[in-house]
């Protein structure tokens, strides 16, 4: 009697380990295959992404993987999604442009995507405009904390809607700090003055953040979001001081895809 | 075996006597003040580096550096007890070695670190002109806004929000003349049309 039941907690043992390994192979196998939950075809990519010895199971758990998340609506975010031209334009001959239904949704499902700590600092809005000044620009963030998306946000291949939409709620971000916190990236990240002017040496994950600690900023937390480990191995510090400054759920959400 | 035990603890305890007292000479020696407001103040543009380096000691580090087609350097002073950041900066015209500008960032603990406090204590009857930081290179807008006064050569680095001093800076006037120049022509190409 007493050994049936050390048998069967062995069995027990073994069988919870053994479906436990395999789902983290499994999961590794879909993070692997680059396959996102988001994609329509997931199901059927999944279904016939490759397999081998140790993930042949795998395809059982595309179901799971595929899974439907209900894209909730943000009231939050809906309220930032703003028609009209922002107050104190400083660019007058920037025009403004009405929203499309496609861009507010792909504009809504990125905002879902986004971890809250951009949402917990005071910020005007999104405003729709045509075209920047600047040649190729997608995004603007004005001094009244307003974000301006131009049609290269949407249409010009070079960008991606969701990195413009993070690089520029940085910027947001930024506008909100103090002056200690302002000066403590500064510092960390080596930043010098010199008549007013701003430098600091290399390394730099963009040519963009060279310009000023304001964009070095704006780029490192776009690549803190999207390109982790790159951030981590290239510029430690920035990652350092973005991990202490940031809450420990900074990253993004999952996707919704329903 | 008790004596050898004891050897052994006198050996552990004699290390490391020995490296606190290495450590603490080497905060002593680490321990030099960070130049203050007033030491940066007194020096006038067209001092001598000789003089500088009496009166402020010597720099952690040296720069040469070109603007404009001119070769300076830069002298850059430490926060000694601030993760070593930036303090202040000296620069040289490499020709005569004479000081042409000189900048100083204040930290917590300074007057001049407030603007309201840097102003009434050392600017009261100077006239500032604030400028904010127009967008000109960059895409999208500062946290930062400017203060100047061309009479006395002075730039003031600020946060608009909380009136925090980022840096101080003096230099002369002509080039002062230029930064102000190139804001307005900013602010003036924003207006206009496209």
Not at chain 1, 116 to 131: I, L, P, T
Request: charged residues 25%; glycine residues 4%.
């Amino acid at each position: 009697m007493r050994l049936n039941i050390v048998n069967n907690l062995i069995k027990f043992i073994i069988l919870f380990f053994h479906s436990y390994s395999f789902a983290g192979v499994c999961t590794d196998w879909f993070k692997e295959s680059k396959i996102k939950s988001a994609d329509k075809a997931c199901l059927s990519m999944c279904n016939i992404y490759p397999v081998d010895m140790g993930t042949f199971t795998c395809h059982n758990e595309c179901e799971f993987f595929c899974k439907k998340i209900k894209c909730k609506e943000n009231l939050y975010w809906k309220s930032k999604m703003k028609k009209g031209r922002p107050h104190n334009w400083d660019i007058s001959s920037e025009k403004t442009k009405d929203w499309l239904d496609s861009e507010k949704e792909d504009l809504n499902k990125t905002l879902q995507m986004l971890p809250d700590d951009f949402a917990k600092v005071s910020f005007d809005g999104f405003y729709r405009m045509e075209k920047s000044a600047f040649i190729v620009n997608p995004g603007t963030t004005s001094q009244n904390k307003s974000i301006a998306l131009y049609n290269n946000a949407f249409q010009h291949p070079l960008f991606k809607l969701d990195r413009v939409v993070v690089h520029e709620l940085a910027h947001v971000v930024h506008l909100n700090f103090s002056k200690n916190k302002i000066e403590s990236y500064r510092n960390q990240m080596g930043w010098k003055n010199d008549r007013g002017h701003y430098f600091r040496s290399g390394p730099f994950l963009s040519s963009d953040a060279k310009e000023s600690p304001e964009e070095d900023f704006a780029v490192n937390i776009e690549f803190f979001l999207f390109e982790n480990e790159k951030i981590k191995k290239q510029l430690p510090k920035a990652y350092s001081w973005i991990s202490k400054n940031f809450s420990k759920e900074f990253s993004f959400k999952e996707v919704c895809n329903d | 075996m008790i004596k050898n035990n004891i050897f052994s603890a006198l050996v552990v305890f004699v290390t490391f006597a020995s490296g606190c007292a290495t450590q603490v000479k080497s905060n002593n020696s680490s321990a030099v003040k960070s130049v203050s407001f007033d030491q940066i103040e007194q020096i006038g543009l067209g001092q001598s580096q000789e003089q500088v380096i009496k009166f402020l000691g010597v720099p952690q580090s040296k720069q040469d550096f070109e603007s404009k087609g001119k070769p300076f350097i830069r002298f850059e002073y430490v926060n000694v007890d601030q993760n070593l950041s930036q303090r202040a900066a000296m620069v040289f015209d490499s020709s005569d070695k004479k000081v042409s500008a000189k900048t100083f960032i204040p930290t917590e603990g300074d007057f001049a670190n407030s603007l309201n406090d840097l102003i009434s204590e050392k600017y009261k009857n100077s006239k500032f002109i604030y400028y904010m930081k127009p967008r000109c290179k960059d895409h999208s807008a500062s946290a930062e806004s400017i203060a100047i006064n061309l009479d006395q050569g002075i730039l003031i680095n600020y946060i608009k929000a909380d009136f925090g001093v980022l840096a101080i800076s003096w230099m002369e006037q002509y080039e002062l003349s230029d930064i102000v120049r190139k804001l307005e022509l900013c602010q003036k190409s924003q207006a206009q049309p496209k």
